[in-house]
């Protein structure tokens, strides 16, 4: 629970970080697309959200049909986290050149390092390993998100189902944003895996606060620049 806890910390810390004046000119281009995609997200969700729940429903046995009433609610969030993940997913996959250097900059802020020159010229130098880092990471998740959509038409196990997709979420939203920092180290995407197996309570807390925060109108704009930023600040400060 602590590690949890520590973990949820970090996002409010990231909320504080891109507020300050060295770090601000590189959040505006992160901000801007999410902005984009997510109006984009609230228009196609507005009527594909109650289809799915509907669907979902639908696979319950005949004599579960009162458990309608009670998992309506719970399967209406499933459609929703779906809907915002999926497009959270391409909203990182577009912005991560620009993430990679929110990362950089809020790490040389907690250190104290001098800021480099060329950071733009590197973006371009780098954009292409960084659009195959993203690719890699979405066939992570496709892989394993696949069985767990299944698991939605399965009855009785669709019970579960809703729980271990909110558990994933949390999971793949820690590995998303820790990737920048580590990245800008390093560290590859094997590292990357054992770092957050290593420190799971810490990354599963900051991924569940992130998650949630992804669900709050207004504030979802907000969520991919505050996260890199806090997810840097944790790195920095829990691989020392």
Avoid: C
Wanted: charged share 10%.
């Amino acid at each position: 629970m602590p590690g949890l806890l520590r973990g949820a910390a970090y996002l409010l810390e990231g909320m504080h970080l891109v507020r300050q004046p060295g770090l601000r000119r590189y959040v505006l281009i992160p901000l801007l697309i999410n902005l984009l995609l997510f109006g984009g997200l609230l228009y196609f969700a507005f009527g594909w959200v109650g289809g799915l729940v509907e669907l979902l429903l639908g696979y319950l046995p005949g004599y579960l049909d009162w458990l309608g009433y009670l998992l309506w609610p719970l399967f209406a969030l499933v459609g929703v986290l779906l809907v915002f993940f999926g497009f959270s997913l391409l909203a990182n996959l577009i912005g991560a050149p620009f993430n990679d250097l929110l990362a950089a900059a809020v790490a040389r802020h907690l250190t104290g390092q001098s800021q480099a020159e060329g950071d733009w010229l590197t973006l371009l130098r780098e954009l292409p390993s960084n659009l195959l880092s993203e690719l890699r990471k979405l066939l992570y998740f496709l892989l394993r998100a696949i069985p767990l959509g299944i698991l939605f038409l399965i009855p009785g196990l669709n019970l579960a189902a809703p729980f271990l997709w909110a558990l994933f979420g949390a999971w793949m939203l820690a590995l998303e944003y820790l990737a920048y920092p580590m990245e800008n180290r390093g560290l590859r995407f094997a590292q990357q895996r054992h770092w957050l197996r290593a420190h799971r309570g810490l990354s599963l807390g900051f991924g569940a606060a992130t998650l949630l925060a992804t669900l709050v109108p207004l504030v979802n704009f907000l969520v991919m620049p505050v996260a890199v930023a806090g997810a840097t600040a944790m790195w920095v400060k829990e691989a020392q």
